[in-house]
């Protein structure tokens, strides 16, 4: 396979933070087996994964094998980088099953069983880990990387100073740095790999990895690589990958598709150019194109748009993304009621999230319920019948988005998939009856 120049890729996406000397020329010259860890502190991830996930396919597409590896053994312990406090320790129940759901995520983006030479890879570093003892590891590991060494990193320096309110750090997580390298050392010896990537705030447990592949291989003048990305963030200093409900992570049943496209589709003009690059494939002569056209008409959102598209169908899948997508438009649809029928339960709550409910009984619908109690008496969407009398007069008042007067009564007829009905006063008051 001709390899394709991926640094500069990289550089000009903006997911190139620090680079080894000499991993560009590393790249460019054979087939790299490189490899990012993936903590287990959850059994999905989330959209902060992404970028090294893309990192991973980015990798693949130029020509280099990616190797993915899962901590089951350093996820016992916890990652201290970016971190002020320690992190609480999952039993191997917990652990076992974070695992294997990390690993479910992963080999939807990756192919871990294909041919080719370049394929991807996965392990777990509990295999190689489990059967050391801590008098070989100390003897072995902990004897080639010194306590100054370790102490000079910055995650470390941060928890002993107390920065950022960082309260010390225990003996557990102190080897985490060695373990990491460790991995590192194994990768290279039994398969290889002679770079790791990972995210910024990486680095340091990185450098300790390439450090110490050289130093228990004395003679073999190993050439080992780091390479990070930048940590993502927002133009308005707001924290990446969250919305008003938590995570948005990259399962369904934690986040919705509809509600991730809602979340790249809601991006900022200024975050939308740099993650165009960042979370698309898209090539620079699209990107660029694409860019130029929303700076013309911003209005349109055209940046937000394709962003949500193609970042949606690669996390779940075109037909995900469609039904986000109509589901995003049905609200200002010229065939509204059938439109929302077409949704599944799930996707129509999503879209009217937040909107105030209230139940009818369907005997109640069998015999008609007039409109000024079904917005007032019955539900108490409106403060009493004279304001709903004088709302449905004004011609205010639409049942799934279709005009009616104070002579219109609500029936089984009105019922979306036999179970809700829609109203709305005015442009901005939605409201929503569930027939039970």
């Known amino acids: 396979m001709k390899l394709k120049p991926l640094v500069e890729d990289l550089r000009w996406r903006g997911m190139l933070q620090d680079i080894m000397p000499g991993t560009e020329e590393q790249l460019s010259k054979e087939m790299t087996t490189a490899y990012i860890g993936f903590d287990p502190t959850s059994d999905s991830l989330h959209i902060g994964s992404l970028v090294p996930i893309i990192l991973l396919v980015h990798l693949e597409r130029a020509g280099h094998k990616p190797v993915a590896l899962v901590g089951g053994a350093t996820g016992m312990i916890g990652d201290p980088s970016g971190k002020s406090d320690e992190r609480n320790l999952l039993d191997d129940e917990a652990l076992a099953k974070n695992v294997a759901g990390i690993k479910r995520v992963l080999s939807r983006f ?3 069983d294909g041919k080719e030479e370049n394929a991807p890879m996965l392990v ?3 295999d190689w880990m489990k059967n050391i003892s801590f008098i070989e590891f100390a003897r072995d590991v902990g004897k080639r990387i010194t306590v100054n060494y370790m102490m000079a990193k910055d995650s470390v320096k941060k928890r002993f100073s107390g920065e950022d309110g960082a309260a010390g750090m225990s003996f557990t997580e102190f080897t985490y740095q060695l373990i990491q390298g460790y991995d590192f050392y194994h990768l290279y010896k039994t398969i ?7 995210g910024s705030d990486q680095w340091g447990n990185i450098t300790t990895g390439t450090e110490l592949v050289r130093r228990m291989t004395p003679g073999e003048d190993a050439k080992v690589y780091a390479m990070t990305c930048p940590l993502i963030t927002k133009a308005d200093g707001g924290k990446f990958g969250k919305s008003e409900g938590g995570n948005i992570w990259l399962d369904t049943d934690k ?13 900022s003009d200024e975050d939308a150019k740099k993650y165009i690059k960042i979370f698309t494939f898209l090539d620079r002569e699209t990107i660029e194109e694409l860019i130029k056209k929303h700076e013309e008409a911003p209005h349109l959102r055209l940046l937000q748009k394709k962003l949500a598209e193609e970042v949606t169908t690669f996390v779940h899948n075109k037909e995900a993304f469609e039904v986000a997508q109509k589901a995003s438009s049905i609200l200002f649809s010229d065939s509204f009621k059938s439109d929302i029928a077409s949704l599944d339960e799930e996707t129509f709550l999503d879209v009217f999230e937040g909107v105030p409910q209230a139940e009818l009984k369907k005997e109640e619908l069998a015999k008609g319920v007039d409109m000024i109690a079904a ?13 709903a009398r004088r709302a449905l007069q004004s011609n205010a008042v639409a049942v799934n988005k279709e005009k009616v007067n104070e002579n219109y009564s609500l029936t089984e007829a009105d019922l979306i998939n036999g179970k809700y009905i829609i109203l709305n006063k005015g442009k901005k008051n939605t409201y929503i009856i569930k027939a039970i």
């Open 110 to 112: 990756l192919d871990f």
């Open 124 to 126: 777990n570093n509990y």
């Open 192 to 198: 290889g790999c002679k770079l790791q990537m990972g």
């Open 255 to 267: 986040t919705s598709a509809y509600k991730f496209y809602q979340f790249w589709l809601n991006t």
């Open 375 to 387: 917005l007032a008496a019955k539900t108490n969407f409106l403060s009493s019948n004279g304001e």
